[in-house]
């Protein structure tokens, strides 16, 4: 037996807030990554267009640029004029006033079986890759899976599912392409009844060239879900690309508007995306972030901690966020 001590410990590898925090530096470096610019400046109308043009370019939006800029200016009132540390600490506070509403994580609970969480989203935004990062999720916490392959447009979407079951050792529910995605769903539901299973992930089709034929099925699909349970889908959760900026509020709006949702995960925050863009989401949706995602792996995603990313956006560093996995 090797009883070395260098054997015993594993590696510290940087925890996923380090890690996105890393990436949201990566980006375009005109973002709040860093707040080394504010250092030794008091709140004047030039450091005020300065914070105004940077949250723009961080895909914050207009309206949520400016509920900032306002608090700001309020507890500039009572800082003295160099104190950056404290404006530092009040933009923090801001940020937080906004997002923290939103930190509510997915919690399944234990007398509704099976949970069905219905992913929506636009073909691309990573509904597919959300479920598999999910399915592990669950599995860690000791719940039993089952996968409902309701993209049944492409035939490569049931393989791409079926792979991430076969990573996770999770059954998955198909049928031939071009079935219609409500019998794949209310088959995976009387399935997952049968056997006991304590989770259902349905994947869903997100063609954005018939918007309104897409909501349609999905009505369908919810509808169907709720003639095996009234209560089903438990969660109807929107996977968005936080790459695409300003976009990504609206298709929000318009799938929160059609099918009224439930929950948000961000993904592709490690790919040039600002991060700011879930500011404008919190601040103009009533609906919960529920994970984010920073990469193509399992382990690439994490429940949303609002305290954590504000600190990640801002380029603030949390020593302890480190993993030893
Ligand atoms: N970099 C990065 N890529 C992602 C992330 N989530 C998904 N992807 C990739 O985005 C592409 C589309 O994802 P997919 O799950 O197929 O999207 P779907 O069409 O909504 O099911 C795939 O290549 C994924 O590997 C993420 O958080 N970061
Ligand atoms: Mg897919």
Sequence with gaps: ???????????????????????????????????????????????????????????????????????????????????????????????????????????????????????????????????????????????????????????????QLQAWGDRNQVPVISQKPGADPAAVIYDALEMARAKNIDVVLADTAGRLQNQEGLMRELEKVVRIAGKQDPEAPHEKMLVLDSSLGQNALNQAIHFNTAIGLTGITMTKLDGGGQGGILLAIANQLDVPFRFIGIGEQREDMAPFDAEKFTDALLGFRDEQDTATR
């Design 1 to 159: 037996m090797n009883t070395s001590a260098d054997k015993d410990t594993p590696p510290k590898k940087p925890g996923f807030f380090s890690r996105l925090r890393q990436r949201l530096n990566r980006g375009k470096g005109l973002g709040l990554s860093s707040l080394n610019w504010l250092t030794g400046r008091g709140l004047d109308e030039e450091l005020e267009e300065e914070i105004e043009e940077r949250l723009l370019l961080a895909d914050v939006g207009v309206e949520t640029t400016e509920r900032i800029l306002n608090g700001l200016r309020k507890s500039a009132g009572s800082l003295k004029n160099d104190d950056s540390e404290g404006l530092k600490k009040a933009l923090q506070a801001e940020l937080l006033a906004i997002l923290k509403p939103r930190a509510i994580p997915l919690t399944i609970p234990a007398d509704k079986r099976p949970y069905v969480i219905l992913m929506v989203g636009v073909n691309g935004s990573g509904k597919t890759t959300t479920i598999g990062k999910l399915a592990h999720h669950l599995k860690d916490q000791g719940l039993s899976v089952l996968l409902a392959a309701g993209d049944t447009y492409r035939a490569a979407a049931t393989e």
